[in-house]
């Protein structure tokens, strides 16, 4: 499971309204990526359906249930941010344990769960190293692995790649849509690079200035963009 929908939902930091009323529908399964210029509010948008914010009105439907004031820890979801904190001085294998220990969850299950997730992230021969000893695409996928292993009903990315170099970008864009293909988890995952939300979504909802310009296919974006803010955007001509 993982479907989302979002009605009327706005957000205001004090006076100003970084996100004015939006409905938003996410299917259960989909890739969907939100892209925009920096300062559009793409992560204001993921962070009110994670619950790391309060939305200022309108309503979070999770799965059928409503979650608008449910705490970010009960609404079944990993987050997988830009830097990502490891414990250095812990092994890969603890690191991605670290939350279902927390849990207390049954050992045997924990090994099973860390050994699985390591297979999807092509991290099995590490499990022994510390991140020290890693490189920078290696440890992003621990920290991914830690998101794995929650079993969410979705994952929520944010610019997860963009500490990255160009070369590693490319491979690891590869290895989210390997991994959102093998868990076929809804993965909501945000962007200002239309690159990267051209190759790895279902569907793109294109954000200026916290209003949704369109919603749709990667090729009927670029087919059909709406506006010229989209076709520039997007790349293609209208
Ligand atoms: P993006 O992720 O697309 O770059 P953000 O969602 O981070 O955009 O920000 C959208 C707008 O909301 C920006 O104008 C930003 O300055 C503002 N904003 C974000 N978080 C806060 C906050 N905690 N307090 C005040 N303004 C904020
Ligand atoms: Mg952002």
């Known amino acids: 499971m993982g479907r989302f929908v979002l009605d009327k939902v706005s957000k205001s930091f004090g006076d100003a309204q970084v996100i004015p009323p939006l409905d938003l529908t996410i299917e259960d399964g989909e890739f969907t990526v939100f892209v925009g210029p920096s ?8 962070r009110l359906i994670a619950g790391l914010e309060d939305v200022t ?25 830009q830097s990502y904190a490891l414990y250095p001085h ?31 992230l092509n991290l099995t021969d590490y499990l022994d190293r ?17 998101a794995i292993v929650r079993e969410p009903s979705a994952f929520l990315f944010d610019e997860p790649l963009s500490n990255l170099d160009a070369a590693l970008r490319v491979g690891m864009r590869l290895e989210i849509s390997e991994m959102h293909k093998r868990l076929a988890t809804t993965m909501i995952y945000v962007t200002h690079d239309q690159v990267e939300a051209m190759t790895m979504a279902d569907k793109i909802v294109v954000l200026q200035a916290g209003v949704i310009e369109q919603v749709g296919s ?10 010229t803010f989209v076709a520039g955007f997007i790349g293609s001509p209208k």
Not at 39 to 46: P, V
Not at 131 to 146: D, M, N
């Open 218 to 227: 990667p090729l009927e974006l670029y087919r059909s963009p709406r506006n």
């Open 39 to 46: 300062g559009c509010g793409k992560s204001t948008l993921l």
């Open 130 to 146: 510390r991140p020290g000893q890693l490189s920078g695409g290696q440890r992003q996928r621990v920290a991914i692995g830690r």
């Open 90 to 120: 812990m092994s890969v294998r603890k690191n991605i344990a670290f939350p279902l220990r927390m849990a207390k969850m049954d050992k045997a299950e924990i090994k099973k769960r860390v050994e699985d997730a390591a297979s999807v």
């Open 57 to 81: 009105s309108g309503t979070v439907n999770i799965d059928g249930k409503e979650m608008t004031d449910v705490p970010p820890a009960k609404r079944g979801l990993s987050m997988v941010f």
